[in-house]
Nanobody, 128 residues
Framework: QVQLVESGGGLVQTGGSLRLSCTASRRTSGRTFSSNAMGWFRQAPGKEREFVAA????????SYADSVKGRLTLSRDNAKNTVYLQMNNLKPEDTAVYYCAAQATYSNLTLADKYDYWGQGTQVTVSS
């Protein structure tokens, strides 16, 4: 079983920045988990979970939702099996619970049901 641990959420004013991180490991052994891809989704109250960004671990190919392009940047440290989501110029509409997800095998990056493992979520609140 794989465990994803997220950190970095919080409260920030409009225009501010936050950096989220997510580390994947095997729950029992604590060893790193080599995923095909890792991504971030978010869910605001009363809304469905939506894709934010994802990266393929081997190629480094990244994909972003149109709503975050130019403001959010996804990076990875394969040695630590960790991904980072740098969020700049945050807006109130970015307020949501952000979930890290890992994909075991090659599949579509933007569909939540193509991910095999999920973190517990971290709250991001942007005040106006």
């Amino acid at each position: 079983q794989v465990q994803l641990v997220e950190s970095g959420g919080g409260l920030v004013q409009t225009g501010g920045s936050l950096r989220l991180s997510c580390t994947a490991s095997r729950r029992t052994s604590g060893r790193t988990f080599s995923s095909n891809a890792m991504g971030w989704f978010r869910q605001a109250p009363g809304k469905e979970r939506e894709f934010v960004a994802a990266v393929r671990q081997n190629s480094g190919y990244t994909s972003y939702a149109d709503s975050v392009k130019g403001r959010l940047t996804l990076s990875r440290d394969n040695a630590k099996n960790t991904v980072y989501l740098q969020m700049n110029n945050l807006k109130p509409e970015d307020t949501a619970v952000y979930y890290c997800a890992a994909q075991a095998t090659y599949s579509n990056l933007t569909l939540a049901d193509k991910y095999d493992y999920w973190g517990q979520g971290t709250q991001v609140t942007v005040s106006s």
